[in-house]
């Protein structure tokens, strides 16, 4: 089977092209697979891409390459365009609502067509009317598909399909390191200034732990100027951006998540997989859907003295290493879910039962 992954670029660093990447080298060991990056702008990919999977894009962005057209949205649209009429693939999956919408146009109507979702789409009339068009939508978490079926109303199946970790086996924590670890984009809706507020007062009571940032972004400069303020530049550390954000997370013993929406939960799942417990917000689509209160991991309310409330849960859980080891087990327990075997073969069996709609 030919099995084609649409994505905005392959070869940025972020939770959805990561997903997309493990699903596609799991699928590469049964199918044909290729990942279409609408646009090209550097020479490889962030992350490494399994040497079965073909890549392939619309635009290529990188420096000094010439096109017929001028630079911009309309050459990007036309070249996409392009490349969905000539698709000779069996079965396409989008990974952005824009994307859906433009396979629900152009894909060829013999192919199956299929949107993966994480969020809410900005704009819903475009999806009201031409997602009726695709096969299915399938979403990351359950808040997701209940949003998408509310917002689709039966026009279109929905389903549900975790993310794929990488391929295993995946290196553990032996929980002996004094070390908070977090990754991700460094961008507002992180709040990565919420987790370095609350390490302040960690920083305070116990010296002899530290935090590492991994990643990176446009909140880096405020971020850097948050510690200096605060006098942390011993004790939290920025780590830089790395491929390998699970062989990471098994150099620590909790790995922080202080975002306000966790949509992509990549981050979660990774730490799980690595044995390691999270401590994060019990906030409305946050690290939630993926990390059970009291068993895997941590979550502190939202609201008001959140800072405080996230920082003693930390505390409490540096103080405590027999509960940092029972939560530890019971994260590895969970992210067996997250398997790629196991979420490639949830695909296969929805492609099987999928038929091409009218």
Not at 16 to 33: F, K, M, Q, Y
Request: a positive charge.
């Amino acid at each position: 089977m030919r099995i084609c992954l649409l994505v905005p670029s392959v070869y940025g660093m972020r939770g959805d092209v990561r997903s997309a990447i493990n699903l596609a080298g799991e699928l590469a060991l049964r199918h044909e697979v290729e990942i279409l990056s609408v646009r090209r702008h550097k020479d490889r990919p962030f992350f490494p891409v399994e040497p079965g999977v073909r890549l392939s894009w619309a635009v290529d962005a990188r420096p000094g390459v010439r096109h017929l057209l001028p630079q911009g949205q309309i050459r990007t649209e036309v070249a996409l365009w392009r490349r969905l009429r000539a698709l000779r693939a069996d079965v396409l999956i989008t990974t952005r609502p824009g994307l859906g919408v433009q396979a629900a146009r152009h894909a060829p109507r013999e192919t199956v067509r299929i949107a993966r979702e994480w969020g809410r789409p900005p704009v819903p009339g475009p999806i009201r009317r031409f997602y009726p068009r695709l096969n299915a939508v399938v979403a990351a978490t359950e808040t997701g598909r209940q949003e998408w079926e509310r917002l689709l109303d039966g026009e279109v199946p929905v389903h549900l399909i975790p993310d794929a970790l990488p391929a295993g086996p995946w290196p553990r924590s032996r929980m002996d390191n004094r070390i908070v670890a977090a990754g991700g984009r460094w961008v507002p809706v992180k709040a990565y200034d919420r987790l370095i507020r609350a390490f302040a007062a960690i920083a305070d009571k116990r010296p002899d732990w530290r935090l590492r940032l991994y990643g990176g972004g446009p909140e880096e400069k405020r971020l850097r100027a948050l510690v200096a303020g605060l006098n942390l530049h011993n004790h939290v550390y920025f780590m830089g951006t790395t491929p390998d954000l699970t062989g990471e997370f098994a150099k620590a013993s909790i790995v922080a998540v202080t975002s306000r929406a966790e949509v992509l939960g990549m981050t979660v799942i990774e730490a799980m997989a690595s044995g390691v417990p999270v401590v994060g917000f019990d906030s409305s689509r946050g690290p939630g859907e993926f990390v059970a209160d009291g068993r895997s991991g941590v979550l502190v309310p939202e609201g008001e003295d959140e800072i405080e409330a996230y920082a003693a849960a930390l505390l409490a859980l540096i103080d405590d290493e027999r509960r940092r080891r029972k939560l530890a087990a019971g994260a590895l327990a969970a992210a067996a879910a997250y398997e790629a075997p196991a979420v490639a073969e949830r695909w296969e069996k929805l492609i099987a039962s999928a038929s091409v709609r009218p």
